[in-house]
């Protein structure tokens, strides 16, 4: 299925999409397997091999079509209908299961002389001379949760965890959730009756951190890391549960198969895998013809596991004949024919040596440890945030103790631990204030949320300064050229005292300063003059209203008018829109209800500030399928500088073309931008591409 051309599958999804939904109970049963493979073909495409060529609201538009027929025709519901991933399974216990092959261990290995040995033992073990190659297959070693997946009859009959190698826990309805994991791939077409898979289970460092921002906006504790989400994750009590952490599975490793199965190395096993749908490290590995390879590969990726989007903590070696697998044999911890390359740890001890108090844009106060400079993974640290006060409790942190300091895969290092066990008795608590370091008002701590928070929302200069840095800042009015060093500069100065300050800056004044030329002033004014005009959702962010971010500014730009319409409603019509929830509509309302606040807006409005809703605040979901970009294949190369690559391949998406990833004959657009390379090269050679430029395909979007 997954070798139909892309184009076929696209007019399917449009003809499905558009078609009356049939009466007639033959032609329903039809319909509902033909989408049934249409949305199994996008679920691929966007979750194995990350290359969709349909929106997420053409997805959505045709799964909710085949939901709503499968709830009026509940006896046309398919096994493996994407429907059908959640189920409404609630279980108290995870029974036990036994793998049908032990999940083993790996051996370590840390530098080119492990490898070297590890590489003579595998000759040894296969009575091989010393100066014959064996080939090897290296890939990364993910960090994750391992997963064992067992197919019978093609169909994904059971999914458990680790456990203690032998006996798991029965997840499969979790597993299910994961939209890379196929439900139902087609084994016995290589011979395969029954198998078991092996996988780890993760999730994406930028979903998340979605997922995390979605946390904080909603006012919940953050997940701690990715690896503990994902293992959580699995063995979660309702499948529902697992599906919202968009957990992630890539599959490494056939294990116990039955079957008349003739595959000869470990390489063309992960190609079938790949062929049924699985998702496989591809570009990730790269079969090795000796030891030194395999090295230079291994140090390669070291460089780069930060710029991967998923966790990986070292490479996996493993002997690509399966013949001289068998000849290897295992020990009862690991294969004998596979070792991990690990990575340099990215963990360091130190010393905590005081604690500092940061006061945030919304009053909230965060301490900070400043520790003994450390070096970790390449980088020094000498100052890690301790989030609050339970975590200080939790960790049981004193100044003077000997911390343990850890980078994962997100670069922000934090305290993994503190070593309580080697104190000398001069260790002191952590006494957290009980008034803000920057005002003296007394602190409050509201119910079920872990930061101490000012009160004093305006008159405390250290959240004013914070506000306005943020009002500035990219995410939020986005004024280029005005950094945090020149808002403190002029905070200092007593030009900025409040964001509406920012639009009245005196210039005249500033021109004078040490490093202010006209040039950077003409600038800064212009892009202060840009600002204004921005669309109402961008002002929503830019105010630190608690919990009020980005997505849910826009939800509430896009059902008003002005901003001071915000001043007259009240709780209950904002938690009548989706998304809103009352949390977040209790802190808008006690915001905009506030005359202070509303003196500022009317300050904005006055010096010019946009305050109403503008077109680019109204919801946009129009997906058009007769535009000249419709059916074709597009590519993006080179710098572009007017949009964002990942915006513009939506905008592309939005008017039905299909993003490539690769200059081949089926490329029909390529859109270059700043110092385009090889892509470009090769599109030229080809002859049959079109070649524009970002601003021609800004104009032809229209
Ligand atoms: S092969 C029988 N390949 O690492 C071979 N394992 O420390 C054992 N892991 O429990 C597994 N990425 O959870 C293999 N590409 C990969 C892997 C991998 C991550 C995990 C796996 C295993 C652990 C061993």
Not at 182 to 196: L, R, Y
Not at 291 to 317: P, T
Request: contains cysteine; proline residues 4%.
């Amino acid at each position: 299925m997954f070798d139909i051309q892309p184009k076929v599958i696209f007019e399917k999804t449009k003809h499905l999409l558009s078609a009356n939904i049939p009466t007639n109970n033959d032609e329903l049963q039809t319909f509902v397997n033909e989408t049934v493979e249409v949305l199994k073909y996008h679920e691929w495409r966007y979750y194995v091999i990350v290359e969709p060529i349909i929106g997420d609201t053409e997805y959505d538009e045709l799964y909710k079509k085949l939901e709503s027929i499968e709830l009026s025709n509940p006896d046309l519901i398919l096994a493996d209908s994407p429907t059908q991933r959640v189920s409404n399974d609630l279980k108290s216990d995870m029974p036990s299961v036994n793998h049908l092959e032990s999940m083993l261990s790996l051996d370590n290995s840390y530098n080119l002389e492990d490898l070297e040995n590890f590489d003579k033992r595998i000759k040894k073990l296969c009575d091989l001379p010393e100066n014959e190659a064996v080939e090897y297959v290296v890939e990364p070693k993910y960090d994750g949760g391992s997963i064992a997946l067992v197919f019978e009859n093609d169909t994904l009959t059971r999914a458990a965890t680790r456990g203690n190698g032998t006996q798991g826990e029965e997840i499969t309805a979790n597993a299910r959730t994961i939209k890379s994991i196929p439900q139902k791939a087609n084994f016995s077409s290589f011979g395969i009756n029954k198998v078991e898979l092996r996988g780890e289970v993760l999730i994406r460092k930028d979903i998340f951190e979605k997922l995390n921002e979605e946390r904080k906006e909603a006012g919940k504790d953050l997940y701690a890391n990715a690896r503990n989400t994902a293992t959580g994750g699995l063995r979660t009590k309702t499948p529902q549960k697992s599906a919202e952490r968009k957990m992630d599975a890539f599959i490494y490793q056939l294990g116990y198969t039955e079957g008349d199965f003739s595959i000869k190395n470990h390489h063309e096993n992960i190609e079938v895998l790949s062929k049924l749908g699985f998702k496989v490290p591809t570009v990730e590995t790269k079969v090795c013809k000796n030891i030194k390879e395999v090295h230079d590969f291994c140090k390669m990726w070291e460089e780069k596991r930060d710029s991967y989007n998923y966790e990986i903590d070292g490479m996996v070696v493993k002997v690509n004949s399966l013949n001289l697998q068998d000849q290897c044999g295992q020990t009862n911890h690991h294969p004998r024919w596979a070792i991990a390359f690990k990575f340099k740890a990215k963990q360091a001890t130190s010393i905590l040596e005081t604690v500092e108090y940061q006061i945030g844009k919304t009053g909230s106060i965060t301490p900070v440890a400043k520790i003994k400079p450390v070096q970790l993974a390449g980088v020094t640290v000498s100052s890690i945030s301790l989030h609050n006060e339970d975590f200080i409790q939790e960790k049981d942190i004193m100044i003077g103790d000997t911390v343990v300091v850890e980078r994962a895969g997100d670069v922000i290092p934090y305290i993994a631990s503190s070593m309580s066990s080697i104190r000398n008795g001069e260790e002191q608590p952590i006494e957290f204030p009980k008034n803000c370091p920057s005002c003296e008002t007394v602190l409050t701590r509201v119910e079920n949320e872990a930061a101490w928070r000012c009160p004093n929302v305006s008159g405390c200069p250290a959240q004013q300064l914070q506000r306005i840095i943020f009002h500035v800042s990219k995410p939020a009015m986005d004024i280029d050229g005005f950094g945090k060093s020149n808002v403190e500069r002029f905070f200092e100065l007593g030009y900025l005292n409040s964001i509406a300050d920012v639009y009245r800056l005196p210039f005249e004044e500033i021109e004078k300063l040490e490093g202010f030329g006209a040039r950077s002033i003409e600038k800064l004014r212009n892009s202060i003059e840009k600002a204004k005009l921005n669309p109402l959702h961008r002002l929503l962010v830019s105010l630190s209203v608690h919990h009020l971010g980005k997505k849910a500014s826009k939800i509430i730009a896009s059902k008003i008018k002005s901003i001071f319409d915000l001043t007259t409603i009240n709780e209950e019509w904002l938690t009548e829109i989706k998304d809103i929830g009352p949390i977040l509509a209790k802190n808008v309302i006690s915001y905009f209800h506030d005359e202070n606040n509303i003196q500022l807006l009317r300050q904005l409005e006055e010096l010019g500030v946009n305050t109403t809703q503008l077109e680019a605040d109204q919801p946009v979901e129009i997906i058009e399928t007769d535009h000249p970009f419709s059916g074709k294949t597009i590519l993006f190369t080179g710098a572009l500088q007017q949009l964002k690559r990942k915006e513009a391949q939506e905008k592309a998406l939005s008017v039905g073309a299909i993003i490539a990833s690769s200059v081949n004959k089926k490329l029909n657009i390529l859109v270059v931008g700043e110092k385009a390379g090889s892509k470009l090269k090769k599109a030229q050679e080809l002859g049959s591409v079109e070649i524009i430029t970002e601003a021609d395909f800004i104009e032809q979007l229209k």
